[in-house]
C-alpha cells in the first residue's frame, strides 16, 4: 500500500500498531496535565486528546476533519492562552519546524506543557528510511532525534520532564510478522532503551526570572509583623537601658 498521507498510513498493519502505543502514552499522561485550553496538532482523524480532562480541546491541521484550519507556523490563537499543546509527528513532516515551536512557545501559558511525538532516526525506522525508497509515508519525513529537539527546546526555554520510547519491533508491512516480533517491545525497553522506533517526549515552558507577587492584605500583614517586632526590640532595650 502506497500512503498518500500519514493519516493513511496508520491504517496500515505497522501503522496502527505504533499509533496504539502512541495513545496509550497520552492515555496515561494527559489526564493528570489540567489547564483551561488544549490543542492537537496535526491527525486531525484521531483523537489523541480523548483522555484529557481539559474542558476546551482543538485539532488544528491545514486541512481535513480539522476544528481549526491553520498553518502550523501561524496559529489564529491567542498569546499566553494554551495549558496543553500535542504535537503527533508534526515536526519532521514541515520545512520549518523551528518555526512551529516559536508558535507553539508564543501561544503556551508559564508552565504549560507540550507532548512531542516523532520518529527517532536512531532506530529500525531511522534505518529502514536510509536504506529507500522514501516516497511515501511516514519515510519521506525528515525524522529529527532526540538530542536535538531537546535543544531547540531548551533554547526556546522549555524543560524536558518526562517521556519514553516505544515501538522496537522492526518496521514489516506484514501483521503476521509483527505479531511475531511483539517480544521485542519489552526487551527494547530493558536492552536498546534509545533505539525505538518513535519518542513521546513532554516539556513544561518556563519564564525565568518570574517573581510571584503576594496580594497586598498579605503584604500589610507581613509589614505589621515586622512593625510589631521592630517595636518589642525597642521596648526591650528601653528597659535594659532603665
Not at 38 to 66: F, M, N, T, W, Y
Not at 113 to 123: A, D, K, M, T, V
Not at 196 to 217: D, E, S, T
Amino acid at each position: 500500500m502506497n500512503s498518500t498521507s500519514l493519516h493513511e498510513w496508520f491504517g496500515t498493519p505497522l501503522g496502527t500498531f505504533l499509533l496504539d502505543r502512541e495513545q496509550a502514552y497520552l492515555d496515561q499522561a494527559t489526564p493528570d496535565i489540567f489547564g483551561y485550553h488544549a490543542l492537537q496538532l496535526g491527525l486531525p482523524e484521531v483523537d489523541l486528546l480523548r483522555e484529557s480532562r481539559i474542558a476546551h480541546r482543538a485539532k488544528v491541521a491545514p486541512s481535513g476533519a480539522a476544528d481549526v484550519l491553520s498553518r502550523f507556523e501561524e496559529l489564529p490563537i491567542a498569546t499566553q492562552s494554551v495549558d496543553l499543546a500535542v504535537l503527533p509527528h508534526v515536526l519532521e513532516f514541515s520545512g520549518s519546524p523551528h518555526d512551529i515551536l516559536r508558535e507553539i512557545d508564543r501561544v503556551m501559558i508559564p508552565e504549560g506543557r507540550i507532548i512531542i511525538i516523532g520518529f527517532n532516526p536512531w532506530s529500525l525506522f531511522g534505518l529502514r528510511r536510509s536504506l529507500g525508497p522514501v516516497q511515501d509515508y511516514p519515510w519521506n519525513g525528515r525524522f529529527v532525534s532526540l538530542v536535538r529537539i531537546k535543544d531547540w527546546l531548551q533554547l526556546l526555554g522549555f524543560d524536558v520532564s518526562a517521556g519514553r520510547l516505544a515501538c522496537y519491533v522492526p518496521p514489516f508491512k506484514s501483521e503476521k510478522w509483527i505479531r511475531r516480533m511483539r517480544f521485542m517491545e519489552h526487551a527494547g525497553d530493558r536492552w536498546w532503551g534509545v533505539a525505538g522506533g518513535v519518542y513521546m517526549l513532554q516539556a513544561i515552558k518556563r519564564v525565568r526570572g518570574m517573581r510571584v507577587i503576594a496580594p497586598a492584605w498579605s503584604v500589610r500583614k507581613n509589614s505589621e509583623k515586622k512593625l510589631a517586632a521592630v517595636a518589642k526590640r525597642e521596648a526591650t532595650h528601653l528597659r535594659v537601658v532603665k
